[in-house]
């Protein structure tokens, strides 16, 4: 079984700073690409930013100069370094990633979301 955890959310003024962290555990084979998706209130979910496992990555245009996703293999942890944030990026922010599991036959990729966490930008 695979867990994601973020953590970081917090209440911020504009123009502040945050860092989202997400750690996956279990019994994972290996980590394939990871995402950061958020959710305002009344809007779908919608892609910020993905990076692959050679950390590769790409941006929604709306954070684009802004945020910058990383990820540490070692760690299984990826990462949303967010800045010069707008109250338009209020929203739920969720992990995703796509993980290889040792399973009793063999090995499956499966897709994985945290159970989010709160930004909220607003003076």
């Known amino acids: 079984q695979v867990q994601l955890v973020e953590s970081g959310g917090a209440l911020v003024q504009p123009g502040g700073s945050l860092r989202l962290s997400c750690a996956a555990s279990?019994?994972?084979?290996?980590?394939?690409?990871m995402a950061w998706y958020r959710q305002a209130p009344g809007k779908q979910r919608e892609l910020v930013a993905a990076i692959t496992s050679s950390s590769s990555a790409n941006y929604a245009d709306s954070v684009k100069g802004r945020f910058t996703c990383s990820r540490d293999n070692g760690k299984n942890t990826v990462y949303l370094q967010m800045n010069t944030l707008k109250p338009e990026d209020t929203a739920v922010y969720y992990c995703?990633?796509?993980?290889?599991?040792?399973?009793?036959?063999?090995?499956?990729?499966?897709?994985?979301w945290g159970q989010g966490t709160q930004v909220t930008v607003s003076s």
């Open positions: 279990g019994n994972i084979f290996e980590i394939n690409a």
């Open positions: 995703n990633a796509q993980i290889l599991t040792y399973q009793a036959r063999g090995i499956f990729q499966g897709d994985y």
